[in-house]
């Protein structure tokens, strides 16, 4: 198995762009998380699907944020518009399950600047 | 809210040597898990402890818990230089069953 896939690993973009990150989980998994970690706030869980339906997002700072799983082996984090503190790596992980009995696998990360 | 706390901040020791990492968190919680991260990449799960549980072992890694502390304690026996790492522990919460990472140990191992 490939793992849980990221894309692009590094994004460089300019304030007021809009920004898109993907994921693809690892095939069989019904858990979907977004996290994002900085050195400030270390890793903070942003928002986690089951079975494609959002379950969880108060962790989203604002609505310039927005995810979405259209389906079981896709999902995508924006953010329309970028703003400098934006800037984190972005992390991807899915699971069997739900929280409480699970294990997560994580991508490899979206490195994000926004300049 | 509730995180589960690593202590030390950063740790160095020489190969060969014991690490322990210690965790301590604030509710009652599910279970606790611990992460591995190496530089530049995503965190690999290491191992998962419940909350009626008191020690797991997993190869040199080495996990315990007490619930009546609200603390965890990780150690790798016989320490190696593809161990340098950070290390976070993670709290599944009981209330609203929501991972809360730390901020994690930084661990060097010298040659």
């Known amino acids: 198995d490939a793992g849980v896939i990221q894309s692009p690993r590094h994004e460089v973009t300019e304030m007021g762009q809009e920004v898109t990150l993907r994921c693809k989980p690892i095939?069989?998994?019904?858990?979907l998380f977004w996290y994002r970690q900085t050195m400030m706030r270390g890793l903070e869980l942003l928002i986690y699907?089951?079975?494609?339906?959002?379950?969880?997002d108060s962790g989203m700072p604002e609505d310039r944020f927005s995810a979405k799983m259209p389906n079981a082996s896709f999902s995508t984090l924006k953010i329309q518009p970028s703003e400098p503190r934006d800037s984190a790596v972005y992390f991807c992980?899915?699971?069997?399950?739900?929280?409480?009995?699970?294990?997560?696998?994580f991508g490899p990360g979206t490195r994000l600047t926004v300049l | 809210s509730q995180q589960g706390e690593e202590d030390p901040q950063a740790l160095s020791i020489q190969e060969g040597e014991n690490a322990t990492m210690n965790c301590s968190y604030k509710?009652?919680?599910?279970?606790l898990q611990w992460y591995r991260q190496n530089s530049g990449r995503g965190l690999v799960h290491l191992i998962l402890?419940?909350?009626?549980?008191r020690e797991k072992h997993s190869g040199r890694l080495r996990v315990t818990l007490d619930t009546s502390k609200k603390s965890s304690s990780l150690l790798i026996t016989a320490s190696r230089a593809a161990d340098t790492a950070s290390y976070f522990c993670?709290?599944?919460?009981?209330?609203?069953?929501?991972?809360?990472f730390g901020k994690g140990t930084r661990l060097h191992i010298l040659p």
């Open positions: 992980a899915s699971g069997i399950s739900g929280f409480s009995t699970d294990t997560q696998y």
């Open positions: 095939s069989g998994h019904n858990s």
């Open positions: 699907f089951n079975n494609n339906v959002p379950i969880d």
């Open positions: 509710t009652s919680i599910n279970n």
């Open positions: 402890i419940r909350s009626n549980e």
């Open positions: 993670a709290t599944v919460q009981n209330r609203d069953d929501k991972i809360i």
